[in-house]
């Protein structure tokens, strides 16, 4: 494949060798490929919020796992804010409806959203799951009625809602998928390998932004207190051998809070929250040329 060039054809991602163990692939893939260090990928700067934005762009804000701690946030001028999920701490529709009236005070032309593993009630196969056993891991979930929860995606008037699907917005095709690997039984996990990899392949050819909860190998995906690189290899391989979208946007692991790039793709950790879940990481914000209608 041509250096900068749209794939041609369909390329076909199959379950890495290292898919289970993703620091034994960030180091091997470093070593024989020089993968994840210069020239390959560099750390980008963030832009001030006082940037002009340039003519013919269009600038997006990204926030992600803002987990009911919105109050403080001092949110930038942009055009579309970007949500990568985790904005409650436990999708408690309480939660979503004071999430959606702080979406709803913000300013941006349109607003895009998607849940993360702490969205549990939007999950709907863990909820039935939930229902059947350990009500006390969760109980103010466990507690909820049905109809408390069934349509909870509704409370979400002042967004758009992703979750394995798409939208076109000022020309952007902006996909957003909510599942990230295993990790304690949350809500939208599952196994690292070819079940997630069925869920990265639902998303098509052709999109310029991707949202997901979680970060792809080697890229913001640093779990300092366990000295583990934690991001999906399927998820990086999908990225940048098949979709190579101009910005790939997540959250999911607070500690990995920054911007790198491949030279193709832009890679955004945008976690609001620390570690420590205090929401103090400024909104990121990026710019992008408006895509030509061809
Ligand atoms: P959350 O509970 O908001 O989804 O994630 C909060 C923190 O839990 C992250 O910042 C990270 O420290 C840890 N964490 C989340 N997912 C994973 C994972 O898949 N593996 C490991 N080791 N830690 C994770
Ligand atoms: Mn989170
Ligand atoms: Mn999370």
Known sequence: MAHGMPSQGKVTISVDEYSSNPTQAFTHYNINQSRFQPPHVHMVDPIPYDTPKPGGHTRFVCVSDTHSRTDG??????????????????GLPSEVKKFN??????????????AG????????????????????????????????????????????????????????????????????????????????LDKWNLIP???????????????????PKELQRVGCVELLNTVQRRVRPKLHAFG?????????????????????????????????VFDLPNPTSS
Request: glycine share 10%; aromatic share 16%; with cysteine.
């Open 101 to 114: 009236d702080w979406l709803g005070s913000l300013p941006y032309e349109f607003k895009v959203v998607i």
């Open 252 to 284: 999911g692991i607070h500690e990995g809070y920054g911007i790198m790039t491949d030279g193709y793709t832009t890679f955004i950790n945008a976690s609001t929250c620390t570690v420590s879940f205090q929401p103090t990481n400024p909104p990121i």
């Open 205 to 223: 050819e052709g999109i310029d932004i991707l949202m997901t909860h979680g970060p792809p190998l080697g890229f913001r995906d640093w779990v």
């Open 117 to 196: 593993n702490h969205e549990l009630t939007f999950d709907k196969d863990f909820m039935a799951e939930l229902v059947k056993q350990d009500y006390y891991r969760f109980p103010s979930v466990s507690k909820l009625k049905l109809e408390d929860f069934d349509n909870v995606q509704s409370l979400l008037t002042n967004c758009v809602y992703l979750q394995d699907s798409d939208v076109t917005i000022k020309g952007f095709r902006i996909y957003g998928t909510p599942w990230t690997p295993w990790f304690n039984g949350w809500g939208f996990n599952l196994p690292r390998g070819q079940s997630l």
């Open 73 to 90: 946030i001092q949110m930038p001028y942009g055009d579309v804010l970007l949500h990568m999920g985790d904005f409650t701490e436990l």
